[in-house]
Structure formats: structure tokens, C-alpha cells
């Protein structure tokens, strides 16, 4: 089980979880606007007083509960994404200085943009098994029928929409990462696709 191969893939997930809560500090910290599911985590944290990494664990732990009606099954990757992404991104919160000047925040929100983007490949490359919210998106398409680009949006819209009323931070940057994510990925995911390369390996 412990081949090199899955070793290689672990150590990817790994790194991916990291460097995604990494990526959610650097945009917090930037100040104009978070991606939805942060600007939720960030709600609840200011309006409970707990921490954004430990609200971001109980959300991901939330979102995976409501695997159970939709028959999902988690996988590795599903279970270490919702204990490590809110570590992470506390450690970067608590590493990494608020910005001020918008040409710093600008630079701040792309930096971490970008690294959220080489995350999402890195984790989901290493083909462990997809996010929580990923799950629940796929699950909610399979069991209703709609589009997946409709389930992700009013997902994504009813998040966005109880943090920013909790008060998380709405800005240019939410619609940036709204625009921007998908291509970005789009250019990650085939770099990191274990499989991929397993496929081309074995060619």
C-alpha cells in the first residue's frame, strides 16, 4: 500500500491542503473581499469570537454531514481537507501582517489567489478523493439533476450570502475569485493530475 507511487501522492495532498489555507490567509489579509466560503467562516468567527481556522474545520465538518443524505462517499483527501485547511490558514493568520494601500492589497489578494489556484491542483491532483464542498456540489447535482453550475452557484450564493449578513468581508476581491478561480484551475489541475501521470508512465 505504501508504495512510492501513494507516498508521492500523500506528501501532494499534503502540501496542496497547506498551501490552500496559506492562500486563504494571504487573501484575508489582503482586505478587499474573500472567496464565498470564507467570507461564511469569517462571519461566524466574528460574530462567535472563535477562530477562523477552528470555524473553518466545524463548516467543513458541516458541509461533510450533509454528505450522509446524498449517499457521498468520503475519501482520504475528503477527511484531511476538513482537518488541515483551518490550521493552516490560522498559522497564516497568525504569520502574516494585515496590508495597507491598495496596491499592496491588490498584490497581497493575487499572491494568494494564484497559490489557492496551484492548491486546488495539488490536492485534488493527488486524487484522494474531492473537498467537502466539492462532494456536496457533485452529490446535490447527482440526486436533483440540475446543473452542476447552478448547484455550485446557489451553494456559493447562500454562503456568500450568511457571511456577508454575519459580517465577512465582500468586496472586489469575492468577485475577482469568483471570475478568476475556474480558469486558474482549469491551467493547475492537469499539472498535478496524479493520474495523468500514472497513464503516461505506464505508456
Known sequence: MFTPAFLTRL???LLGLFLFGIASSLMIRAGIGIAPW??????ISLRSGWSFGLITNLVGVAVLLMWLPLRQKPGLGTVLNVLLIGPSAQLGLWMLPSVSGLL???LVFITGLLLLAIATGLYIGANFGPGPRDGLMTGLHARTGWAIWKVRTLIEATA???GWWLGGNVGIGTLAFAVLIGPLCGITLPLFDRRAVAIATAR
Open 11 to 13: 506528501l501532494q495532498l
Open 38 to 43: 470564507d467570507v461564511l467562516s469569517q462571519g
Open 104 to 106: 499592496w492589497q491588490v
Open 160 to 162: 456568500l450570502a450568511i
